[in-house]
T-cell receptor
Framework: QKEVEQDPGPLSVPEGAIVSLNCTYS??????FMWYRQYSRKGPELLMY????GNKEDGRFTAQVDKSSKYISLFIRDSQPSDSATYLC???????????FGSGTRLSIRP | NAGVTQTPKFRVLKTGQSMTLLCAQD?????MYWYRQDPGMGLRLIHY???????AKGEVPDGYNVSRLKKQNFLLGLESAAPSQTSVYFC????????????FGPGTRLTVL
């Protein structure tokens, strides 16, 4: 079983829709949960960062962590064509020297 | 402040050739990483370093070697390239721990024929 599972998509939605992206993980020791966004032919960049459980909101983006279900989500409200990218979840714990990335979900927002 | 830079951006090799990819960061970060990204596989860690002079194996280290002689540089070497090493290679760095924000370079597209 992979430590982090992420649906690769692709996911295509119309502009203005609410997008939900998800990852599941297997190790309950994970405490740090991140979402990276990667535009085509670019390196990933950090989008959202959450420690432990709960929600975090930043503009149109909300990151949600459910540790009891080992499930993390990224919601995008009022999606824009500029949100078209691959979104990678990443998880880690404090004593680890590396984080683990999901395989990424390719998202396309149709004008 | 250039962030993380990678050299070269593109390269085509023949099977059996060797090459070195260079990563440089100007943020005084302790941690540096080399990943490869293949379709459907996400980012897989090849090697990483937790400080100058240290290196460690990641998830897919076979066929690669690394060195971190200077804090700002992290080199990835392919001694005898194989077609299975055709990939996009990303370097990243983070301040003091792996869970600090990782800053990525623009990537190197490598094709091995």
């Amino acid at each position: 079983q992979k430590e982090v599972e992420q649906d690769p998509g692709p996911l295509s939605v119309p502009e203005g829709a609410i997008v939900s992206l998800n990852c599941t993980y297997s190790n309950s020791a994970f405490q740090y949960f991140m979402w990276y966004r990667q535009y085509s032919r670019k390196g990933p960049e950090l989008l959202m960062y959450t420690y432990s459980s709960g929600n975090k909101e930043d503009g149109r983006f909300t990151a949600q962590v459910d540790k009891s279900s080992k499930y993390i989500s990224l919601f995008i409200r009022d999606s824009q064509p500029s949100d078209s990218a691959t979104y990678l979840c990443a998880i880690g714990y404090s004593s680890a020297s590396k984080i683990i990335f999901g395989s990424g979900t390719r998202l396309s927002i149709r004008p | 402040n250039a962030g993380v830079t990678q050299t070269p951006k593109f390269r085509v090799l023949k099977t059996g050739q060797s090459m070195t990819l260079l990563c440089a960061q100007d943020m005084n970060h302790e941690y540096m990483y080399w990943y490869r990204q293949d379709p459907g596989m996400g980012l897989r860690l090849i090697h990483y370093s937790v400080g100058e002079g240290t290196t460690a194996k990641g998830e897919v280290p076979d066929g690669y070697n690394v060195s971190r002689l200077k804090k700002q540089n992290f080199l990835l070497g392919l001694e005898s390239a194989a077609p299975s090493q055709t990939s996009v290679y990303f370097c990243a760095s983070s301040y003091r721990t792996s869970t600090d924000t990782q800053y990525f370079g623009p990537g190197t597209r490598l094709t091995v024929l």
